[in-house]
């Protein structure tokens, strides 16, 4: 039979909150994490305002040695270093040094580029004749699976340890592929999440794109507004969440704290065919991955309370919006309540989707919807499909029992997820 799974571990590195507590309280308050960007005014990007995570030297000691600290330079690695050790911490697991692995454990646990900044000191050293010395720690910080593999050696994880990239679905994908991975019973539990770089060498082909907004320099927590009328392009960001997904039979047998359960979803790709492109949805594959989500879960499409959607404040908002209205076949006053953490964050690109699944199951197991801020001038096209009272501007006390919540990303892909409370 198959397993149920929940959640049992949280853990976050996000621009408005590094740790459960502080990420928690800004989500509520509605405190941005977005801020003036000296560096990127310096190399002349159009958008110079960014969502980045603040980490003083103290708190990262506590998770490195010296000696892993030595030519580090990666900060997608060590945003989810933190995020994956607290939510293994969360969930009251052991961290301890056997000669044997844990068997039971393992991580999928995603990144779209690792070690940039890794990658630019060494092509100059390289390019200097200084092959000599890079140093011994380069590919582990610049693989592909850098991430899961620091994650499987402080933690002793002895089952799947790998990562995955689908640009901006990869946090949702992580869960949905660590939750299958505990269903089918090929693992007890699983540590799942993804992280995003942060800097001018992630971000400068977002720039150069034009997607990003350039109107709110001067008033960068202004510049982020999903679904909002006077929306001109995301704000770049970055972070990390990481969760501990396990069997409902392991978390009861260990008496362990329940923040939701995982009732199912879907993955799915538009070919980048119809209206699909690599930059851009094809909207029948996003209806399709939210219907089949919602079947796999085993619900109806009138029992969701709330989405917490996509929504990266671009011209696509609107569609989005439209696509979750035909797919649920719900409008007007009858639509879930809908918000969109990026205009608190940014858009964290590669970690967007775990960060905003971690605030997804922190309204379900508190009971509130967080504000969506900037979008007082609700984009007409929106406001003509669904009540404005859906999009809360202030904080929404509520007791929900369902949430879905999507990510789609560059190359045409979709991830779409459904928490219950437990």
């Known amino acids: 039979m198959a397993k149920r799974v929940v959640i049992t571990g949280l853990g976050v590195v996000a621009p408005n909150g590094v740790g459960l507590t502080a990420f928690t309280e800004a989500i509520k308050n509605g405190t941005s994490g977005i801020r003036h960007d000296p560096e990127l005014e310096r190399l002349q990007f159009s958008c110079q305002i960014a969502g980045k995570p603040e980490l003083p030297p103290e708190l990262v000691a506590r998770y490195m040695t010296e000696l892993e600290l030595r030519n580090f330079n990666s900060t997608g690695i060590l945003y989810g270093l933190i995020a994956g050790m607290d939510a293994w911490t969360d969930a009251r697991l052991p961290i301890e040094n056997k000669e044997e692995p844990d068997?039971?454990?393992?991580?999928?646990?995603?990144?779209?580029?690792?070690?940039?900044?890794?990658?630019?000191?060494?092509?100059?050293?390289?390019?200097?004749?200084?092959?000599?010395?890079?140093?011994?720690?380069?590919?582990?910080?610049?693989?592909?699976?850098?991430?899961?593999?620091?994650?499987?050696?402080?933690?002793?994880?002895?089952?799947?340890?790998?990562?995955?990239?689908?640009?901006?679905?990869?946090?949702?994908?992580?869960?949905?592929?660590?939750?299958?991975?505990?269903?089918?019973g090929q693992a007890t539990r699983m540590l799942a999440g993804s992280t995003s770089d942060s800097g001018p060498y992630i971000w400068a082909g977002f720039d150069a794109m034009k997607v990003c907004t350039f109107k709110h320099n001067q008033e960068p927590e202004k510049g982020s507004r999903p679904m909002s009328a006077s929306a001109s392009g995301f704000v770049p960001g970055s972070g990390a969440a990481a969760f501990v997904l396990e069997s409902l039979e392991s978390a009861m047998e260990?008496?362990?704290?329940?923040?939701?359960?995982?009732?199912?979803?879907?993955i799915n790709s538009g070919g980048q065919r119809g209206n699909g492109s690599m930059t851009a949805p094809n909207s029948l594959a996003i209806q399709r991955c939210i219907q089949t989500a919602i079947q796999n879960a085993g619900i109806q499409a009138n029992d969701i309370d709330a989405i917490n959607g996509h929504l990266t404040a671009t011209a696509k908002d609107a569609l989005e919006v439209q696509n979750w209205s035909i797919a649920l076949n719900r409008k007007g006053s009858d639509f879930p309540y809908i918000n969109s953490l990026k205009a608190m964050t940014g858009h964290c690109l590669s970690a967007s989707g775990s960060i905003e699944c971690l605030a997804s199951i922190l309204q379900l197991q508190q009971g509130f919807i967080f504000p969506s801020l900037n979008c007082e001038d609700l984009h007409p096209e929106i406001a003509a499909l669904i009540d404005k009272n859906k999009v809360p501007q202030q904080i929404l006390y509520k007791n929900i029992d369902i949430l879905v919540k999507a990510s789609f990303g560059f190359g045409d892909v979709n991830a779409c997820i459904i928490f219950k409370k437990y």
Not at 132 to 141: C, E, F, P, Y
Not at 254 to 266: L, Q
């Open 254 to 266: 260990r008496g362990a704290f329940i923040y939701a359960e995982v009732m199912g979803g879907n």
């Open 103 to 184: 068997w039971e454990s393992g991580t999928i646990f995603g990144m779209g580029t690792s070690g940039i900044d890794k990658f630019r000191e060494s092509i100059y050293k390289v390019d200097d004749l200084q092959v000599r010395k890079l140093g011994s720690s380069v590919v582990a910080q610049t693989m592909a699976s850098g991430i899961s593999a620091w994650l499987g050696g402080k933690l002793g994880l002895g089952n799947q340890v790998s990562s995955n990239s689908s640009a901006c679905t990869t946090g949702t994908e992580s869960i949905l592929m660590a939750y299958e991975r505990i269903k089918s």
